[in-house]
């Protein structure tokens, strides 16, 4: 059995021209791209058909400068219209053109020769064929089949790298030095890894910076297109961009956040601790209260000698005393003698313990929650449409953008649309929006050091990793991971994440306390207070004889006072006249 199999001079470690075969696929793609199927897709019948119709082109080109004693056209065609009845008249010409022709073809050299048409490249015995691998063939730099070893260095290489602005991943300070010429430093987390990477890779930067209205889908696109060699900033791997770019290990695990105002410090309440039972739970307890006064001074005042001798109201009063004081596990000053007192005060304290135990576990949770309360508490209030969607601000190109669209509005654009972070804490400051999504690490940066009023909330959701934007099937991409790889393992990626991340700069009048407030429980004291002026109020009332009593004793004694100190002076009075008229006497008997 013989067979047969064509393959390109490329497959067989031979020489091609690569040039010819660049020129004839950028054609390709340029007159019917929608046919390119990739230069590695190309079937080798289709090279043996360039190199055929090149021949062609070739003999025609030769045969038509060599005419010259011919008096028709070098393409000059007998016969029919018809195709089949058509003859080429110089075919014969055109034949020994062919035969001469000899150039280097894209699927290897092109020569015809007289003394054979022997093309065989190598023979290869049945015991030695094997299934041929469906996978397609790679071909390596240099057009190889032979794998390269060793991986490519970009050691001396010019880099254009893109960042994007974003505190503190990339912070840009324009400066004027002192001969008048602007500079423009750049400082944070990603110049600083920049340098690492330089350091150990020996490539040569040149940073460009993004132009700040460039969204970030608009930045990886942008990589895609030829723009940058690499990018680098807060960019998230996502699937969709994937699709466009390739992406290094990761340099930053991040998750989005929900950025919002902090909650301003709400009106007091003076009665917040009534709150804690219901209206008609206050009146229930009141009612059982009074129900109980009223049933333990029918069951008791027959037996027991401390409601005796006393008026109905007073009898009354006594047993509703009693029983508050059972509610609330306070005792009284008189004791049950009845078997039904008793098991009507067992049942009293039983209902106050309850009450007392709830009252307290209640107050906790509503002063504490009332202390910590934000306006949405996570993504799920978001999802289930506590706020209002044109409250809701989305950067647009940004994956906070992608997950929106994706598991809240189910494709529907119906968020307030921003464009820069700069809009986003504006717009929050100005109240055009309430919520927003963010980068956990650029979140916890802002609100720590520079929008001490703007806090999150709730947990981190939809995680995922910053990195590295390169090109499909970038050159340098397996250096550019093991050296970032060598970086996490040594610590010095997650010392940039300290020293950029770990600062907080807000003043301390901005931290929440976890103290309960006055404010909270001032109505608590305000009634107290109301019933400690009732309480001296009842007590003057009740010692009213005696308070007149002693008014009437100390007006008596003002009085008294006032009629002695009136003589006092009068006497002092009269003595200082006796005094002035004898120093007169003795004045006129010395003149005399």
């Not at 340029?30 to 199927?37: A, G, R």
């Not at 005042?301 to 004081?325: C, H, K, P, T, V």
């Not at 968020?415 to 986003?424: A, F, I, N």
Request: proline share 3%; hydrophobic share 40%; aromatic share 10%.
């Amino acid at each position: 059995m013989l067979a047969i199999e064509p393959v390109v001079g490329s497959s067989v470690d031979k020489s091609i021209n690569e040039t010819l075969l660049n020129e004839a696929y950028s054609i390709w793609q340029q007159y019917e791209p929608e046919s390119f199927p990739e230069s590695l897709n190309v079937d080798y019948y289709g090279l043996f058909a360039f190199d055929a119709t090149w021949t062609l082109i070739q003999a025609l080109q030769q045969l038509c400068v060599s005419k010259i004693n011919i008096s028709s056209s070098c393409l000059s065609f007998i016969g029919s219209s018809f195709c089949f009845d058509r003859r080429f008249i110089h075919s014969k010409l055109l034949l020994d053109a062919v035969s001469r022709t000899e150039f280097f073809g894209v699927s290897g050299p092109i020569q015809f020769s007289v003394n054979g048409t022997d093309r065989i490249i190598e023979y290869a015995h049945p015991d030695n064929w094997r299934i041929p691998n469906k996978e397609n063939v790679i071909i390596w730099p240099g057009n190889t089949l032979t794998k390269p070893t060793g991986r490519a260095i970009p050691k001396g290489v010019n880099l254009r790298i893109g960042i994007i602005v974003s505190v503190p991943f990339t912070i840009v300070q324009q400066t004027i030095n002192a001969s008048e010429s602007s500079t423009i430093p750049y400082s944070g987390f990603v110049p600083d890894l920049i340098e690492m990477l330089r350091s150990k890779m020996e490539f040569i930067p040149i940073i460009t910076l993004v132009p700040l209205n460039q969204t970030y889908n608009e930045f990886v696109q942008a990589v895609s297109n030829g723009v940058y060699d690499i990018g680098i900033g807060d960019v998230t791997v996502t699937a969709a961009r994937r699709e466009l770019v390739d992406f290094s290990n990761a340099i930053f695990d991040n998750s989005l956040r929900i950025i919002i105002r902090k909650t301003p410090q709400t009106s007091i309440d003076l009665f917040s601790f009534l709150k804690t039972f219901s209206r008609n739970l206050w009146l229930l307890v009141l009612g059982t209260l009074i129900f109980a006064g009223i049933l333990m001074f029918i069951i008791e005042r027959q037996d027991n000698e401390a409601l005796q001798n006393r008026s109905i109201l007073s009898q009354i009063a006594m047993s509703i005393w009693y029983a508050f004081g059972n509610l609330v596990g306070y005792g009284v000053e008189f004791s049950i003698n009845t078997a039904a007192g008793r098991l009507l005060t067992a049942g009293i304290y039983i209902l106050g313990l309850i009450l007392v135990a709830s009252y307290t576990a209640n107050l906790a949770s509503e002063l504490t929650i009332a202390k910590s309360k934000d306006i949405i508490s996570g993504i799920d209030d978001i999802k289930n449409g506590k706020i209002p969607f044109d409250r809701i601000g989305i950067r647009v190109g940004t994956a906070g953008e992608d997950y929106y669209l994706r598991e809240i509005s189910g494709g529907n654009p119906n968020y307030h649309k921003l464009y820069s972070r700069d809009e986003l804490y504006n717009s929050l400051l100005a109240r055009r929006i309430d919520i927003s999504f963010i980068n956990s690490g650029t979140g916890e940066y802002v609100t720590n050091n520079i929008y001490c009023n703007l806090t999150l909330t709730g947990n981190e959701f939809e995680k995922g990793v910053f990195g590295i934007v390169t090109p499909r099937e970038w050159l340098y991409a397996q250096d550019l991971d093991v050296n970032i790889l060598a970086l996490r393992e040594s610590g010095d990626i997650e010392n940039l994440r300290q020293k950029w991340f770990g600062v907080q700069n807000c003043p301390d009048s901005f931290e929440e306390s976890t103290a309960i407030g006055i404010s909270a429980l001032s109505g608590l004291f305000l009634v107290f207070g109301v019933i400690v002026i009732l309480s001296l109020l009842l007590f003057a009332w009740t010692k009213r004889h005696n308070i007149k009593n002693c008014l009437f004793i100390l007006i008596h004694r003002k009085k008294s006072s006032a009629k002695t100190e009136d003589s006092m002076k009068r006497r002092s009075s009269t003595n200082s006249e006796h005094l002035q008229n004898h120093q007169i006497e003795s004045q006129d008997t010395e003149y005399f």
